[in-house]
């Protein structure tokens, strides 16, 4: 399974951003999906996460204010993100799960809030 993320960049405090994975299979070929971040020195942690019959969980920090998406026919996931505060700053995995349990990332993507 290859994951291609984009839509990272340099966006103020209170902006938006809106991140994008495609997957090389089919997602119906996938368990879950979901975003994870990893800021400087700190563990890897899941963000958002979105399971095969569209049941989403959130980070409590990043709840009401980013969403999960998924677009089965373009093998795309997303994660819209808004008001984005310094603390969002970080690299932004999507990872996936298949139904045989092994699990993926992606490349990670750059988001950087700057105050």
């Known amino acids: 399974v290859q994951l291609q993320a984009s839509g990272g960049g340099l966006v103020q405090t209170g902006g938006s951003l809106r991140l994008s994975c495609t997957a090389s299979?089919?997602?119906?070929?996938?368990?879950?999906m979901g975003w994870y971040r990893q800021a400087p020195g700190q563990q890897r942690e899941m963000v958002a996460q979105?399971?095969?019959?569209?049941?989403?969980w959130y980070l409590d920090s990043v709840k009401d204010r980013f969403t999960i998406s998924r677009d089965n026919a373009n093998k795309t996931l997303y994660l819209q993100m808004n008001s984005l505060k310094s603390e969002d700053t970080a690299v932004y995995y999507c990872?996936?799960?298949?139904?045989?349990?092994?699990?993926?990332y992606g490349q990670g993507t750059q988001v950087t809030v700057s105050s």
């Open positions: 990872g996936v799960e298949t139904m045989t349990a092994a699990f993926y």
């Open positions: 979105i399971t095969g019959n569209g049941d989403t």
């Open positions: 299979v089919s997602f119906f070929t996938l368990n879950e």
